[in-house]
Structure formats: structure tokens, C-alpha cells
């Protein structure tokens, strides 16, 4: 008897109250490594009706313009109508920036302190974390997540290129996906919810939607006559943005990951340096998840692995492969424990991630990329060759 399931995922476009948040981080973290590639940074941005505030731990020897930084950001993303209250030129940006806790500092410094276990670089703070990869698209992703992200990055390409004028910043997509036996084989219904202004009727963005941005994104096959769009549900979305809803860093985990189809460790991505575990190490677990995937050895496979703060070896590496392995789980862990090296300092390196790279990442998911692997080089498979070697 086959198996079928439905599962949903959701993405959110760049207008989004915590997406303009999340982009105004790592804004601010690019313009220090663009100066000072050793930057600590740990940024938090906060946002509501005309107020941004930006906050956190900093230590790095860039000179900034936080207010122009954050103003510049809020630009790009399209906040500059006449009638937005959240308006690029007119926002209030208050700044609360200290440097980096010395505590922390010496746990990641790579030298000796009193009290810590080795002279390396450290894990800048206890944490676990998830990989995860799988063969559903060709990006190795799952389906419902890619398929909301590609909703949402269309609508702003529509939106940023001469598209209709009552389009606005604010978006959300869903997309649920039916599962036979494991294998993607339909999508049952499409969200799309779009801010927009307040002199277009439901019926044209509902037309608008489904024929230029749905049919265009998700593969014909997928779609049938049960297929149920969802087109701005309410009938009404003017109001949106930081002006409807308040905006936070770091609270669209399961957009950045995977959908929820691949477990989260917890830790947010945006505004945080590599030397933060949370995100470099996240990004190593998609290498490595991916790596696993490409070569074969399992056509679904999540890895998990944990640290100290302070401590460069992970206290534990396990990997699952859903029982999709060619070979048991344990070789597989064995042969990811030789060909890649978890220390923080050594991902950092691994994965050349001293670079302002990390606005490219913050919008439509940090996984999945695969069109600049210069800068996303965690979506490279450089290594499957060498993990088929590994578990011989």
C-alpha cells in the first residue's frame, strides 16, 4: 500500500516586517567584513511604524553609518512610496551597539585562556545544529520549501522590473506538496498574499498572480484541476510591512532552512559572523547533507552535530538517512568524520566565509542557491567524490 501525505512550507517576500529586519543585519555585517574581515558581529534589528532600532554586540575596526546603512537596505527592498509611514528617507534609526563580551571573546580567540580546555578557536557558544538535503529538486531541496521561495523571489522580480504599479514590498507564499511513497507528485494548493495599493480590485491581482507569478515558477506537472490558488485570502492587504506588523531579526528560522521539512537547531542566521556557530556551522550541515545527497550514498540524509562554547571539536556528529542510505547510517557518519573537519576555524576556511557575502543569502532561504556558488559555496558538491571513497 503506498504512502501519501501532504506537507506545507511557507517563504516570505523581501518586504516582510522580519525579512527587513534580517536584511538590515547582515547589511551591517557585510559593511564590517567589507573593512575588517575579522569583525565579531552579533546584530539585532527591531522595526515598527517609522522606527528602526539596531542593536548588539560589535567589535571590529570598520568606521559604520549605521542610520545609512539601515536607510540603504530599507531602499533596495522598495519602501519609498509616498504613502509608506515605513518609508526608506523618513524613518527614525536608533542605534544601541556595544562591543563583544570579553568572556565570550576569549572562548573564540584561538589562544589560551585560564579555565579553557585548548588554545583554539572556540565555538562562540554551546548549540546544535542541522543539515539537511534531499533529491526532490534539483537543487537538492525539499519541493514545498523551494517552491514558496521561488513564489516570492518571481513577485519581487516582477515588482523591482517595471511590473505593476500596485505591487508592494510585503509578501508571503505557501505551497503544500503531496507525497506518494516519498516522491513529490502534485501541489494541492498555492497561498500568495501580496500587500498591495489601495486602488487595484482582488479579481486583477488574483489574475495577475496565478497567471505571471504561479504557472511561471512551479512546474506545469505539478499543477492539475484540483489544484486550489489562494490569491490574498483576506480580499485586502494595503497595510503591511513594519506598518502592520512589527519586525524582528532572526524569527524566520524554518523559511531560512528548510520548511520544516529538515529540523532546525534553533539558532537564527542573520546579523551573527562566522566565528557564530549558529550559522557557519548550519551552513557546513547543508555542505555536508548536500555532499551525502549528491554522491548517492542516500537520496534523503540529515546530519546533526553539537558544541561547548569555547571548544573547537563537536561533542557529537550523527547522521540519518531516513533508511534512503546505499550503506548504513554509521559508515556514512564515519565517512563524513574524514573528509570534513567540524571545528569552527576550520569551516570558516573550509567554506571562505570571511567575506561580505551574506546579504546575498538573506532573502527566499539560506539553502538552495546554486547560482552564485562563488559566494553560497555551501551549495557546492566538491566532496561527494571523496565521501564515496570514505565508506569503501
Avoid at 163 to 179: F, I, N, T
Avoid at 199 to 215: Q, T
Avoid at 344 to 355: E, S, V
Avoid at 365 to 387: M, R, Y
Amino acid at each position: 500500500m503506498s504512502k501519501r501525505f501532504i506537507f506545507s512550507s511557507e517563504s516570505v517576500g523581501e518586504g516582510h516586517p522580519d525579512k527587513v529586519c534580517d536584511t538590515i543585519s547582515d547589511a551591517v555585517l557585510d559593511a564590517c567584513l567589507a573593512q575588517d574581515k575579522f569583525s565579531r558581529v552579533a546584530c539585532e534589528c527591531y522595526a515598527k511604524s517609522n522606527v528602526v532600532v539596531v542593536g548588539g554586540e560589535i567589535t571590529t575596526r570598520a568606521t559604520l553609518d549605521f542610520a545609512a546603512i539601515a536607510r540603504q537596505a530599507i531602499r533596495d527592498i522598495g519602501y519609498t512610496h509616498d504613502d509608506d509611514v515605513f518609508h526608506a528617507d523618513k524613518v527614525f534609526v536608533n542605534v544601541y551597539v556595544t562591543k563583544q563580551s570579553p568572556d565570550i571573546s576569549q572562548g573564540v580567540d584561538a589562544k589560551a585562556a585560564k579555565g579553557k580546555k585548548k588554545a583554539e578557536q572556540g565555538a562562540g557558544d554551546q548549540g546544535l545544529m542541522f543539515g539537511y538535503a534531499c533529491d526532490d529538486t534539483p537543487e537538492l531541496m525539499p519541493a514545498p520549501i523551494m517552491f514558496a521561495h521561488r513564489l516570492g523571489r518571481e513577485l519581487t522580480r516582477i515588482r523591482k522590473n517595471s511590473g505593476p504599479k500596485w505591487l508592494r514590498p510585503d509578501a508571503k507564499s505557501q505551497v503544500s506538496v503531496e507525497y506518494v511513497d516519498g516522491k513529490p507528485t502534485r501541489v494541492t494548493n498555492v497561498v500568495v498574499s501580496t500587500q498591495h495599493a489601495a486602488d487595484v480590485e482582488h479579481e486583477e491581482i488574483e489574475r495577475f498572480i496565478i497567471k505571471n507569478v504561479v504557472r511561471k515558477v512551479i512546474p506545469a506537472d505539478m499543477l492539475d484541476k484540483d489544484t486550489l490558488y489562494l490569491i490574498n485570502p483576506t480580499g485586502r492587504f494595503v497595510t503591511g510591512g513594519p506598518q502592520g506588523d512589527t519586525g524582528l531579526t532572526g524569527r524566520k528560522i524554518i523559511v531560512d532552512s528548510y520548511g520544516g521539512m529538515g529540523r532546525h537547531g534553533g539558532g537564527a542566521f542573520s546579523g551573527k559572523d562566522p566565528s557564530k556557530v549558529d550559522r557557519s556551522a548550519a551552513y557546513m550541515g547543508r555542505y555536508v547533507a548536500k555532499n551525502i545527497v549528491a554522491a548517492g550514498l542516500a537520496t534523503k540524509a540529515e546530519i546533526q552535530f553539537a558544541y561547548a562554547i569555547g571548544y573547537p571539536d563537536p561533542v557529537s556528529v550523527s547522521v540519518d538517512t531516513f533508511g534512503t542510505g546505499t550503506v548504513s547510517d554509521e559508515q556514512i557518519t564515519d565517512a563524513v568524520r574524514q573528509v570534513f573537519s567540524f571545528k569552527p576555524a576550520d569551516i570558516i576556511k573550509q567554506l571562505n566565509l570571511l567575506r561580505p557575502i551574506y546579504s546575498k543569502t538573506t532573502n527566499y532561504g539560506h539553502f538552495g542557491k546554486i547560482d552564485d556558488l562563488a559566494s553560497i559555496t555551501w551549495e557546492k558538491t566538491d566532496k561527494a567524490a571523496a565521501l564515496k571513497r570514505a565508506v569503501r
